[in-house]
């Protein structure tokens, strides 16, 4: 099988096996024999004098190295390869898919009361997405419905390590983080069923919409990418009224291969905003498998090329994923700009509920069913950690159960839309008497930066706008 050879860069204590959460940094070399300890040339010695192979070595003594810190406990090596013509196109599943999966890793931060409560958002994630599916088949549901499935650990720990002045920026699949941000089951139910008292009254029937006076959430943007600059913008505007706040969004394997991706996650890296990027990589896209869709081993690789840190996470570990993001957050609200986090995991079901996902090779579905993030944060709470007795958690479930049935009775229950306000569009274009946004986090304090590409450029653009 063709492996991908693993870069020289990924550095894993053999001694703990783990690894140091630390930026994308460029790394001090060595002095090499040629160099003195402060990387200067030593003086010539004539007689020690050897050509180099290619008879320069000055492209060897500056070589730089980077750090892409991984945080998972297991590296799984399989590619996806397509075979046949035509309507016989297939996808085959290369590489060794009989490990056992790896346990959940130690947060460094999270304490026993806030796993339980990740544990539960997952939990409330999951059930809703079947409730929705459910609601879906009974012709209830107007429009399509995405799933999670598999990715619930990564949109709710995510969403979890939000401060009340940062933002969110969620995507299709981040229903959970919705959830963790404040918005209830029945909102997001009553708006697949373009209810009249869902949060756009009926005008939008799946998941765009946001808060930005309370939760801080932008809506969702359909054409991939487009969400990540304007949560650059979101930090960009906070830190015009004096405030670094962290702004965390998604975008997937596929959707980071735009070119707004990128354009926008360079703006915030020259900017120094505060944006988390977390590349969802659940290895599709639509029906493209990532194999396909880009060359680099590790998405987070891409962080380099933009001087920013890029961290892998196993994104079925919601420890993982919440030290991760907590760390990225914690970096933005100092002001030390943007980081990139690669979340791997796989997209359990089709790209909506339309999709049957029968491209997928069966295996992959297998491998990935073993490292489902609930049943294995359940495990760790239960049986590793003993944080969870088997009542508690029996209980837990029970509880989410319940909630979960009263909020989608309410949702059902929930009136359509009256067909006198959408005569006259109401609620759907915004006009004056609309809203107003007011600065949220003070009076606007724009002085140039005083350090950075920003710190000379307002006075040249002042005069290029004239
Ligand atoms: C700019 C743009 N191109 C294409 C699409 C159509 N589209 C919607 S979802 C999707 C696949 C996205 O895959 P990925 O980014 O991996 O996210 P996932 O669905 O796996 O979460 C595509 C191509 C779009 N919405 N926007
Ligand atoms: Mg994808």
Redesign the pocket.
Known sequence: MAHKKRPAHHNRSKKTGKVPLAPATKVPKTPSPSEQADGSPKPANPKAARPARNGDDSAVSSLRCYNIPDYRLERPEFRIFMSGEGSNVEYRVEGDLSAAPPPIRESKYLSRERCIEIYRWMLLNRRMEVALENLYKQGKVVGGVYFGLGQEGCSCASAYALGPDDWLGP???NQGAMLVRGFAARDIMRQYMAKGDSPTWGRDASSHFGDWQRRNVCAPI????ELIGVMAGVCLGARLQGKNVAGLTY??????S?GVAYESLNFAAVQKLGLVLIV?N?L???STPSDMQFCVKDLAERAIAYGIPGVIVDGTDPCQVYDATHEACERARRGEGPTLIEAKMM?MKG?AIHDAAQYVPAPLFEYWRARDPITRFENYLVNDKRWLTAEGNHKLIEDVERELEADRDAAVASPMPDPETDKTHQGVYCDPSCHSIKPKYGPIVAKPRETGATGSKPVEAAVHLK
Not at 222 to 225: A, D, E, H, V
Not at 251 to 256: H, L, S
């Open positions: 995507m299709i699949r359909s054409m991939l990418g975008i997937g394997d596929g959707g980071q735009t969802e659940n599709w896209g639509y997209r790209h």
